[in-house]
């Protein structure tokens, strides 16, 4: 047997060669699958015109992972490059909340990460002219240590700048993460009803 493929087609002789035009090969079957290249090829069979065989389909690609939502054409994300991507929510909310409702978007309570950001939020507050605090994704665990939403020290954040006698836990009870108008973190009582930033991930 000989089988001869070619990069632009492939021709497949089976049997010893005969007379020109003809090969003699008794009973060959009219397949063959070629695995390399994947292009249409010919068998012939004695005494007849060479027909095309179709290569075999091949098999259905796996599944694409999920595309990451692009959340700069979310309904009321905004886009700020080389910053972030963040939604104001006017509607008040508890910190609890307000948590809950940035996660129901698959976003995060906003944490600051640097001075940019911060004069952001104090912009993004200026514009819908809301004078006071903020919630922020940072609250106050058992060790008396501020940790943001997604479990780092609030001081890792490269953004730790407090107002004045603050943090102070007024009457042991302020333990969420507050914005004053600002720009300056503060701690506050959780169930007050104030508005926030929600931050998408990048």
Same mark, same amino acid.
């Given at each position: 047997?000989? %089988?001869?493929?070619?990069?632009?087609?492939?021709?497949?002789?089976?049997?010893? %060669?005969?007379?020109?035009?003809?090969? +003699?090969?008794? +009973?060959?079957?009219?397949?063959?699958?070629?695995?390399? !290249?994947? /292009?249409?090829?010919?068998?012939?069979?004695?005494? %007849?015109?060479?027909? !095309? =065989?179709?290569?075999?389909?091949?098999?259905?690609?796996?599944?694409?992972?999920?595309? =990451?939502?692009?959340?700069?054409?979310?309904?009321?994300?905004?886009?700020?490059?080389?910053?972030?991507?963040?939604?104001?929510?006017? !509607? =008040?909310?508890?910190?609890? /909340?307000?948590? +809950?409702?940035?996660?129901?978007?698959?976003?995060?309570?906003?944490?600051?990460?640097? !001075? %940019?950001?911060?004069?952001?939020? +104090?912009?993004?507050?200026?514009? #819908?002219?809301?004078? &006071?605090?903020?919630?922020?994704?940072?609250?106050?665990?058992?060790?008396?240590?501020?940790?943001?939403?997604?479990?780092?020290?609030?001081?890792?954040?490269?953004? #730790?700048?407090?107002?004045?006698?603050?943090?102070?836990?007024?009457? @042991?009870?302020?333990?969420? @993460?507050?914005?004053?108008?600002?720009?300056?973190?503060? &701690?506050?009582?959780?169930?007050? =009803?104030?508005?926030?930033?929600? /931050? #998408?991930?990048?």
């Amino acid at each position: 047997m000989d %089988a001869r493929a070619f990069a632009w087609a492939c021709v497949l002789v089976l049997g010893a %060669a005969g007379a020109a035009g003809q090969v +003699k090969t008794p +009973k060959a079957p009219l397949t063959y699958v070629n695995n390399s !290249q994947c /292009e249409p090829c010919q068998a012939c069979q004695p005494c %007849a015109p060479c027909v !095309q =065989r179709p290569c075999p389909a091949p098999a259905p690609a796996p599944p694409l992972p999920p595309c =990451r939502t692009p959340w700069a054409l979310v309904a009321k994300y905004r886009s700020h490059p080389g910053i972030g991507v963040y939604r104001l929510h006017t !509607q =008040r909310a508890t910190w609890s /909340e307000a948590k +809950k409702i940035c996660e129901a978007d698959g976003t995060h309570l906003a944490v600051i990460n640097s !001075q %940019a950001e911060a004069d952001l939020f +104090k912009k993004f507050y200026q514009e #819908a002219r809301i004078s &006071d605090w903020f919630f922020l994704g940072f609250s106050r665990g058992k060790d008396g240590k501020f940790y943001t939403v997604q479990g780092r020290p609030l001081s890792s954040t490269g953004y #730790a700048r407090w107002g004045a006698n603050e943090p102070n836990n007024a009457h @042991g009870s302020e333990h969420c @993460g507050f914005m004053l108008a600002s720009g300056l973190l503060a &701690d506050g009582w959780c169930d007050a =009803r104030l508005t926030f930033i929600c /931050e #998408a991930p990048l």
